[in-house]
């Protein structure tokens, strides 16, 4: 079983910044990618950046130059640093895992997601 559980998210003003992180926990032999999704009411779940376990990192076109993903491995744990945040960044922000647990295949997993709100 495998589980991703986010913190920090929250209520910022527009242009500030907020990090939130993500781990991955449970029986885990082996993550792959760890990245941030997010969804803003009434859209749909959109990529925000992912970042490989060969070190390679990709980011949405609407967050180049404002976000960073940062990953640390020993502790299965993804952070998304935020700065220069607009209202249109307001969405639920989810973690999600590619994950091999012990004694079966990879899979994607995903967080509960938190709850990112930037006011104008």
């Known amino acids: 079983q495998v589980q991703l559980v986010e913190s920090g998210g929250g209520l910022v003003q527009a242009g500030g910044s907020l990090r939130v992180s993500c781990e991955a926990s449970g029986s885990i032999y082996s993550v792959n990618a760890m990245g941030w999704n997010r969804q803003a009411p009434g859209k749909e779940r959109e990529l925000v950046a992912t970042?490989?376990?060969?070190?390679?990192?990709n980011y949405a076109d609407s967050v180049k130059g404002r976000f960073t993903i940062a990953r640390d491995n020993a502790k299965n744990t993804v952070y998304l640093q935020m700065n220069s945040l607009k209202p249109e960044d307001t969405a639920v922000y989810y973690c999600n895992a590619y994950v091999k647990p012990m004694g079966a295949p990879y899979s994607w997993y995903w967080g509960q997601g938190t709850q990112v709100t930037v006011s104008s």
């Open positions: 970042f490989y376990s060969g070190g390679s990192t």
